[in-house]
């Protein structure tokens, strides 16, 4: 499965902005997916996750309460609603297909990624 992300841009500090993570070649309804973000000189980190069916979802301490995750299986597509952005949440973000139907913060898991969209965060 091909993955492309997209929708990251610049925005002030208390900005919103929702990431989409489209999926082709094969839909992707049976897998888990996620999002990661890497901060320059930084690891990859997981965000968030969720079910292939939507029914749970996982996040990262730091972004709980602000961003959401959620699929449309329809149009093959996950989103990432960003909420309230501090300048911490500037990274690189990717999507990212797990082998399992089941979400896991494990960067191990996820077998196929996009390729990242920008997300830089004024203060």
């Known amino acids: 499965v091909q993955l492309q992300a997209s929708g990251g841009g610049l925005v002030q500090a208390e900005d919103s902005l929702k990431l989409s993570c489209a999926a082709s070649g094969r839909t992707f309804s049976t897998n888990a997916t996620g999002w990661f973000r890497q901060a320059p000189g930084k690891e990859r980190e997981f965000v968030a996750a969720i079910d292939w069916n939507g029914g749970k979802t996982l996040y990262t301490d730091s972004v709980k309460g602000r961003f959401t995750i959620s699929r449309d299986i329809a149009k093959n597509t996950v989103y990432l609603q960003m909420n309230s952005l501090k300048p911490e949440d500037t990274a690189v973000y990717y999507c990212?297909?797990?082998?399992?139907?089941?979400?896991?913060?494990?960067?191990?898991?996820?077998?196929?990624w996009g390729q990242g969209t920008q997300v830089t965060v004024s203060s």
């Open positions: 990212a297909a797990s082998n399992y139907i089941f979400a896991s913060m494990l960067r191990t898991d996820f077998g196929s």
